[in-house]
């Protein structure tokens, strides 16, 4: 059972095909619990599928899971059964390999996925699998990892965009990981590509493909979200800065009488 209402609008008609999260990082102090669980309960309402795209632990250790990290579990798993909604889970390098995490979350984890829709062929993964640097240091990037966590846990969101900010490093991979997935979908004929893994979030569009990095809900909000709609692929971010559109009549009328001059 679930709390729908018939009369609700937003379950009459749904206005994305698919939505995609990633590096949610729960466990982490910097995850926005709080927002991200505001905005799953308004994504199921509105998406026919929902796809989120690894990272979604900061590590195995659930023992740093809080009560706002375990309630985004519990408002995805309320909705997992549902016949109008699709609910597919990637995995990212701070959940582990895909069949350990499967089997420790108790749902069917994916390297990676193709999402279609009769109008675009969008490649889905993590992207970590394109950051050489990771792939050959694991151990030196353990030990990142584990100090990065310290330090976010003194200055919890400074030292995170601080650190990202004078990391010359994490602007190169971005460009990696961006190039690599371009190239790996046009392999797999994908005219679009989406990726998280590096916290950045980006649009780009390269010989012909269309890229889209998610970025992560471990920085202050606005958080990043891919959007399907259609042809249309794209960024949007939560809490969502314009209000649903309003009718044309209403629209003008609110236009005329909100009228600033000299004003975005
Ligand atoms: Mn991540």
Known sequence: MTDVRPDDPDDRERPYDCLVISDLHLGSDVCQARLLEEFLEWAVRHTRELVINGDIFD?????????????CLKAIRRHSDRDDLRLTWIRGNH?????????????????????DNGQVRLLILHGDQFDHFITRYKWMTSVACGLFYYIQKWMPHSAARWIRRISKRFQRNSQVVRDGAVEYARSLGCDHVT??????????????VNYVNSGTWTEHPPCPFVTISGARVGLEYWPRATPEPLPPREAGLASASSAEPGRE
């Open 59 to 71: 590590d195995l250790n659930f023992n740093r899971l809080g009560k706002r990290h375990f309630a």
């Open 95 to 115: 959940d582990g390999a895909a069949d350990v995490i499967s089997h420790i979350v108790g749902v069917d984890f994916l390297d990676e996925y193709i999402f």
């Open 195 to 208: 990726c998280g893994h590096t916290h950045a979030p980006l649009e780009a569009f390269i010989d012909g």
